[in-house]
DNA sequence: CTTGACCCTATAGTGGCTAGAGGGTGCAGC
DNA sequence: GCTGCACCCTCTAGCCACTATAGGGTCAAG
């Protein structure tokens, strides 16, 4: 019978790791919804909105979009649903995740490359300089 | 005494492989300067513009950002000077590309954990939506 | 003299927030 | 009561690096 207690937003952002301005984009874009408010008018949320948050949260976490995160907690909500779709999305997050990864991979052995090459002087000599003025771009 | 021919912005934008609606960006933010007009209004772009556009879409592709792009380029103007500055600026970003790529990793690894804890069946007893609803944030 | 490829400006939108102005609420201490 | 303070409210604008759209103008070929 206990009456889950009401969290002002501040208490919400403490207990999430949310920042204030954080929560209210979340409402305005419909991810979070708009909670009850007070006399004062101040938003009273319940622990609802809580783990919801946090859900949000965890998943921006690993990288998630907010639209990713919006498929996810509409299919979270489907309880008696196949889970496969989760594990689709899943997996084309790991892919978008791994792809970029190789992006970086690649601009980092070339920045290595280049930092090698420099054997310090002037400007005028710099083989970093001369690299981007002159090396063909990446592919 | 070959004049250096001019190139329309179209003409530019195939050269270098830039958007013509990102080469009127660049303009706007002063990254690469306003060129003469022709008698019709259109953007008559010399040899050194497409130079200086290159050195900038290279380092673009080199993830730099656009206000490190505009340092490389008035180091690269300033050619008597020591380019341990250059150096700097490079090893600097480099660093952030590597520590992005550390930060993908830690996230890449935690997913395809998820991913193997899934064994199918209903929305209600997927390990992923479990550990999204209640595992601690990552650190 | 019309077609069509090309060019121009200006404005607004993307994602995921963040910052600031200008004000209201609620509670403790005096 | 009254003041100070932490907390809350809305609204607008800004960040990065573009991208998209509307509503026009230019120019050479057929
Ligand atoms: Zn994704
Ligand atoms: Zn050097
Ligand atoms: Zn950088
Ligand atoms: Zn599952």
Redesign the interface.
Known sequence: MTEPSLLRIGDLAAAT?TKIVTIRYYEKIGLLPAPPRTGGNYRAYSTTHR?RL??I???R???FTLDEIRE?LE??A???????A??RL??S??VE??D??AD??R??S???R??ES?R???????R??E???S?P??P
């Open positions: 790791g783990e946090s859900f949260r965890r998943s976490a690993l990288g996810l299919l979270s489907d309880t008696e649903r196949d889970c496969a989760v594990d899943v997996t997050h790991l995740v791994e970029k990864i970086l991979q601009l980092a070339e920045l290595r280049m930092k420099c310090g002087g002037t400007i005028d000599d710099c970093i300089i690299a981007l003025s090396q771009t990446l």
